[in-house]
């Protein structure tokens, strides 16, 4: 059964520093999204891409926060000048359609010291 | 103000002990209504998504209905393999595609 991946699965990083998670989505799927669990609270969205381009983002998603896809199969986030609040669980998701429902990966837990 | 609310914040069920988890919605223009599965340290997994009032979806022991304010998903006779963390998600008009999602139920089902 297709899956979508993540790696890594757990990345340490000191503040100030930039990282880049990578995702592979399920391959028939045009939609893909970023999500963040911080420890303890709920699933919130920062970005929809689609057509290589953004099509939604929220709040969070500040100049911080970028999305690329760079080749036909990987769609990464990177996040520029970590701060110690960027902890969390950070999910990746694909969909088929704007409407249909969005396929989860198994996330990359990242730890800002 | 939440969008999506979901009550119990957590339930431990006796393994057979069938029970409902609720999900309420105040958003408008709901275009579309997911229940999801997240275990400890995973990504939710998905089990149903809903349209329109009146409609019901099935799969082993759980059940998912929809009304115009609120979701049930009703576990029967569970098993301690059902323990987990059951999330509600909805798309509405003006969100585009990102799903807003509720803080959960966190399942315990005991043997």
């Known amino acids: 059964e297709p899956e979508v991946t993540q790696t890594p699965s757990h990345q340490v990083t000191q503040m100030g520093q930039e990282v880049i998670l990578r995702c592979v989505p399920i391959?028939?799927?045009?939609?893909f999204y970023w999500y963040r669990q911080i420890l303890g609270q709920k699933v919130e969205f920062l970005v929809s891409f689609y057509n290589n381009e953004i099509s939604e983002k929220s709040e969070i998603f500040d100049d911080q926060f970028s999305v690329e896809r760079p080749d036909g199969s990987n769609f990464t986030l990177k996040i520029r000048s970590t701060k110690l609040e960027d902890s969390a669980m950070y999910f990746c998701?694909?969909?088929?359609?704007?409407?249909?429902?969005?396929?989860f990966g198994p996330g990359t837990r990242l730890t800002v010291l | 103000e939440d969008q999506v609310t979901q009550s119990p914040e957590a339930l431990r069920l006796q393994e057979g002990e069938s029970s409902s988890l609720n999900c309420s919605y105040t958003?408008?223009?709901?275009?579309?209504l997911f229940w999801y599965r997240q275990d400890p340290g995973k990504g939710p997994e998905f089990l149903f998504t809903l349209y329109s009032a009146g409609e019901e979806k099935e799969k082993e022991r759980l059940k998912a209905t929809l009304t115009k304010k609120e979701s049930f998903l009703h576990i029967t006779a569970p098993k301690p393999e059902d323990s987990a963390t059951y999330l509600c998600a909805v798309r509405y008009s003006g969100g585009y595609q990102k799903v807003t999602f509720g803080t959960g139920t966190k399942l315990q089902v005991i043997p």
């Open positions: 391959s028939n799927h045009l939609y």
């Open positions: 998701a694909s969909s088929v359609g704007p409407n249909n429902e969005q396929f």
């Open positions: 958003v408008s223009g709901l275009r579309g």
